[in-house]
């Protein structure tokens, strides 16, 4: 059964820096493409990174490029973002999902999720 387990959200000032992981159970990475997916309130899901097997080539969504970094440690089973320069709108539960293979073009199309972890920044 593959399980996927957030942590490192908190509440943050403005410039701040946080670091989220995603540890994932009952299943190996390696082969799955991983995503960190933001909902804020009132709002719908969001990609933010997704870190596709094989070292290929990482995405971002334009609102956070240059600020969050997606990495993967398949030998932890385990995803990270790190997120510098943190704002207010950066606001949101975060999720980590994950898909068997290359990298679906749209969220909505990962079949595994973690329940999120919560991050909040204040101005």
């Known amino acids: 059964q593959v399980q996927l387990e957030e942590s490192g959200g908190d509440s943050v000032q403005a410039g701040g820096f946080l670091r989220l992981s995603c540890e994932a159970s009952?299943?190996?990475?390696?082969?799955?493409?991983m995503a960190w997916v933001r909902q804020a309130p009132g709002k719908e899901r969001e990609e933010v990174a997704v870190a596709p097997p094989a070292g290929g080539r990482t995405r971002y969504t334009d609102s956070v490029k240059g600020r969050f970094t997606i990495s993967r440690d398949n030998a932890k089973n385990t995803l990270y973002l790190e997120m510098t320069d943190l704002k207010p709108e950066d606001t949101a539960t975060y999720y980590c999902a994950a898909e068997l293979g290359p990298c679906p073009a749209n969220w909505m199309d990962f079949d595994y999720w973690g329940q999120g972890t919560q991050v909040t920044v204040s101005s």
């Open positions: 009952g299943y190996t990475i390696t082969y799955y493409c």
